[in-house]
């Protein structure tokens, strides 16, 4: 994604810092640890993001969900988020998080973890929120049983209710383009690449019955999914799908012709190989697969470097400049 990214865990940071009227300013973390993610959480005004100079936010966690930030950002902001398949994700983050999920650690393996989960996983240990329902957590949802079909029910809608839009992980172009319909950007806007992902043939497959087994031990996540991922296809159908075709088959030769132009080896490369340190994605402890990340070509000249670092950083080194770079383009409405 364009920078954003969750590998990146932020629990000891206890402020964040969101721009308005030409300044920072720092809002309170209410206490409870949040990291910057694929979801995220804030309520404030969705659904107004045509029409105004609001504030685009591609949320962190719960916390962005704060009186606090509702503060400060402008009424009109647009809050946006992105989901994935609770099962992908689980195998995600057992890869990534592994050394600071207990539950995951316990585990021999992928598989055993699979196969029983309840077997490693202790509630309220430090780090197992990984390991459990991590997009329930990440939205600051309460607690609640998965059996309480009421409680799930209105947590869900609190979600649909805060967002303008959710994106899916799975289907990040498509995504791209329905953001950039709703927020008037430009094309070159949403030329972005994929951060944070592993090389190919290092991602385990996972079988039918372990995507099933997975589903059912985030049941929060795959109730609140299911739930997201309709209301996502329900505006892609209205977008048109002659349309949303085309618009990814542009967004996807723009992204190639500029990988051509800004990377070296044309694409991604595991992290070790990438010599600048601030191109370099965070690699997780305990032998897991290296993260991709992107080197520049050499002898780019500077404004095009510039262009092409921008998309080549990791979140880590690139949060803070979210601020400077979070509007919209719409036309105010006449
Ligand atoms: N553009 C795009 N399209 C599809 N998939 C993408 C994209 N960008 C990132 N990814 C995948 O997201 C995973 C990394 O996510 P994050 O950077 O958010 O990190 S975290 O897992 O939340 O910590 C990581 O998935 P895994 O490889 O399964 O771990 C990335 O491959």
Known sequence: MWGDGGHWDMEDIRRWRTWRDGGYKEVEDTGRRWRISRDGGSRGQPGKGRGGPGAVEATPG?????????????????????????????ESAFAYYRAVAPAFRRAPSLASFVASPGRFYQPGLRGNHYARNLLWFDFGLPPVAPGDRRAVAEAVAEVERAFAMVLLAEHFDESLVL???????????????????RPRGAVPRLSPGQLARLRAWNALDWALYGHLNRSFWRRAAAFGSARMA????????????????????????????????????????????????????????????????????PELHSVPQFPRLSYGFCPPPI
């Open 62 to 90: 719960v916390t962005a969900a704060s009186p606090q930030v509702q503060k400060v950002m402008p009424n009109d902001s647009f809050y946006f988020s992105i989901v994935r398949d609770p099962a992908t994700l689980a």
């Open 179 to 197: 953001l950039r319909e709703a927020l008037c950007w430009p094309e070159e806007a949403v030329a972005s690449f994929p951060h944070n992902g």
């Open 246 to 313: 085309a618009e990814v088959a542009r967004l996807r030769r723009r992204r190639e012709a500029l990988a051509r132009r800004c990377f070296r080896g044309g694409g991604p490369l595991p992290g070790p190989a990438i010599a600048d340190g601030r191109l370099r994605p965070f690699q997780p402890a305990r032998g897991g697969a290296a993260i991709l990340g992107y080197a520049l070509k050499a002898g780019l000249e500077a404004g095009e470097r510039e262009a092409c670092a921008r998309m080549a950083t």
